[in-house]
Nanobody, 114 residues
Framework: QVQLVESGGGLVQPGGSLRLSCAASGNIYLTRFMGWYRQVPGKQRELVAT???????NYADSVKGRFTISRDNAKNTVYLHLNSLEPEDTAVYYC????????WGQGTQVTVSS
C-alpha cells in the first residue's frame, strides 16, 4: 500500500508561480516512476509531466518550458514547479506513482485568475 499526499496548490495570478509537492509513503521498496496529471471538469485528464527513477523528465507541450518536475528520492517526494502560469493551467493536479498499480494523490487545486 502506498499513500500520496499532495500540497502546494492555491490561487495565483497569471504569470505567477507555485510549487506542488507529492510525498509518497508506505510500501515503497524501489524508486518508482512518478508524475503529474491535471483534470479540468468536462475535459479529459492531461498528462503534465513525468519523471523516471533516474530523473529523466517529459512534459506536455502545453507546459514545456514553464513547468519543471523534480524529485527527492530520499524523501520519496516529487515536485512540480509551475512558472509563468496561465488561466488555462487552472485544474486539479494529481500526482501518481506506478507500482503494481497506479497510486494517486488526493489532488490539489490550482487556480490561475486575476
Amino acid at each position: 500500500q502506498v499513500q500520496l499526499v499532495e500540497s502546494g496548490g492555491g490561487l495565483v495570478q497569471p504569470g505567477g508561480s507555485l510549487r506542488l509537492s507529492c510525498a509518497a509513503s508506505g510500501n515503497i521498496y524501489l524508486t518508482r516512476f512518478m508524475g503529474w496529471y491535471r483534470q479540468v471538469p468536462g475535459k479529459q485528464r492531461e498528462l503534465v509531466a513525468t519523471i523516471s527513477p533516474s530523473g529523466m523528465t517529459n512534459y506536455a507541450d502545453s507546459v514545456k518550458g514553464r513547468f519543471t518536475i523534480s524529485r527527492d528520492n530520499a524523501k520519496n517526494t516529487v515536485y512540480l514547479h509551475l512558472n509563468s502560469l496561465e488561466p488555462e493551467d487552472t485544474a486539479v493536479y494529481y500526482c501518481y506513482l506506478v507500482d503494481s498499480r497506479v497510486y494517486w494523490g488526493q489532488g490539489t487545486q490550482v487556480t490561475v485568475s486575476s
